[in-house]
């Protein structure tokens, strides 16, 4: 790969050449939780201090494989810190720029954010990861989410995919027997739910990124399952937002809210408060990024109490298509002052059992597989889709970073009733031309 335009594939090439189990593309979706610290054993005075920022669903992988390489390297001690996504959008990429970020902190697959891969390996500041053995392992579909002009810049330990994390105890009360297959369904199954006093749909949208996730998982089925080829027009201005499938998911996101499906004013409500409504049977479920499944399970009282399913965004189950991407992940700063030992953990992190550990962790799909990898049973019924029914999350392919923003913002202001469709896919639009 000699450019990165080069690099850019259509969608069904994509995942062709992914096959099996493999999904991909870059994933935006995180946990908000308050900022916490884990560290790794005590170090010593001759040893080296790495630091990492990253984002709250990256704490249960990182506090198990922080003390695993304590044991392997107790001379290097590693602080870890969570913050919220929002958060480190901000303040880490305002650190690379000034030359004082953490050694190792989080990266976002692809491009489309401030801190996606694509976006900081361009402005040089993140180390060149090619030389480590698990880089020569990334299937050739994931490596527009990995690589940038052929050399990887990110770690990530698998793909996760978006649908509804539904309870089990809310759907029988509601008498639901299974998931829905198409969207008349899933709006029957909402029907029921609210008939027996249980909020269909908790929907967080105060906080930000939390807002794009019902819109990515209808437009896999309105958009690319009519023209798989979306992106390259789109790119060769040859359509826009708002003269594809995008109008049609926004008019079933606010199908939604019209008919009563969410809870009271969703833009006053937190990614957190959407976690306690799903996992206390107050509400149905949420629509919701499989890496954060690990935190409605332990907000419940019992994790087999919730599962997973596509939503279906067609009214034909065979037209249903889903959206799937890499998990975000991490780097090293290239200007930190441990660049080395920094990527030495990077390393570590890439050997199978490290990756199989991470992806266990938050019900992701590894991103290589041997005899001792694991797939959540929450995420098997997306399986069958993500051999040619599956598309990279939205963002992936978007050529800078100036949409998703806007994209937060436009379904806020629709959900508040401030915008219309119109309106949105036209700012959309505009961003994207940027």
């Known amino acids: 790969m000699t450019d990165l335009r080069d690099a850019r594939l259509s969608r069904v090439q994509f995942f062709r050449m992914m096959g099996g189990l ?98 900081i390996a361009k402005a040089g500041l993140l180390a060149d990861l090619s030389a480590q053995a698990w880089t020569q392992t990334i299937p050739t579909g994931f490596k527009p989410a990995f690589q940038l002009d052929g ?54 949208a105060q906080t930000p ?13 309105t958009v690319y399952a009519k023209d798989p080829t979306f992106d390259d027009k789109q790119l060769a201005g040859q359509t826009s937002f708002a003269q594809s499938g995008w109008r049609q998911a926004m008019e079933m996101y606010l199908e939604l809210q019209k008919r009563g499906f969410f809870n009271d ?38 994790p087999d109490d919730l599962s997973m399913f596509p939503v279906p965004g067609a009214d034909d189950a065979n037209q249903v298509w889903i959206p799937a991407g890499v998990v975000v992940g991490l780097g090293a700063s290239a200007k ?11 390393d570590f992190l890439g050997k ?37 029914r599956a598309v990279p999350f939205m963002d992936q392919r978007w050529p800078n970073a100036e949409v998703q923003p806007v994209h937060f913002a436009v379904i806020q202001e629709l959900l508040a009733g401030k915008s219309t469709i119109d309106e949105a896919l036209k700012k959309m639009d505009e961003a994207y031309k940027k």
């Open 209 to 221: 990124w939390v807002t794009q996730l019902i819109t990515y998982a209808l437009v896999p089925s």
């Open 265 to 302: 004013k969703p833009n006053g409500t937190t990614f957190e408060q959407q976690i306690s409504m799903v996992a206390t049977g107050k509400a149905g479920m949420a629509i919701q990024v499989s890496a954060v499944l690990p935190d409605f399970r332990k907000a419940a009282s019992s």
């Open 352 to 388: 199978q059992e490290n990756i199989n550990a991470w992806a266990k962790a938050i019900a992701a799909i590894p991103l290589t597989q041997d005899s001792s990898s694991t797939i959540d049973p929450a995420v098997q019924s997306f399986l069958p889709f993500t051999k040619d």
């Open 336 to 346: 930190g002052k441990h660049v080395e030992e920094a990527k030495a953990f990077i």
């Open 22 to 119: 493999a999904v991909a593309a870059a994933a935006t979706a995180c946990s908000t939780k308050p900022e916490t610290t884990a560290t790794t054993g005590g170090g010593s005075a001759a040893g080296v201090d790495l630091k990492f920022l990253g984002v709250a669903d990256q704490k249960a992988p990182m506090d198990a494989l922080l003390a695993a390489y304590q044991k392997a390297k107790p001379e290097v001690r590693l602080t870890a810190s969570f913050a919220p996504t929002d958060q480190v959008q901000t303040s880490v990429r305002t650190q690379l720029g000034a030359g004082n970020a953490p050694d190792l902190h989080v990266v976002y697959p692809g491009n489309g954010s401030a801190m996606s891969m694509t976006q």
């Open 151 to 204: 050399k990887t810049y990110i770690y990530s330990a698998g793909s996760s995919v978006i649908g509804a994390v539904y309870n089990k105890k809310a759907f029988e009360k509601a008498g639901v027997d299974a998931p829905p297959t198409t969207w008349t369904e899933f709006l029957g199954v909402c029907d029921k739910l609210k008939k027996a006093g249980i909020t269909p749909i908790a929907l967080g």
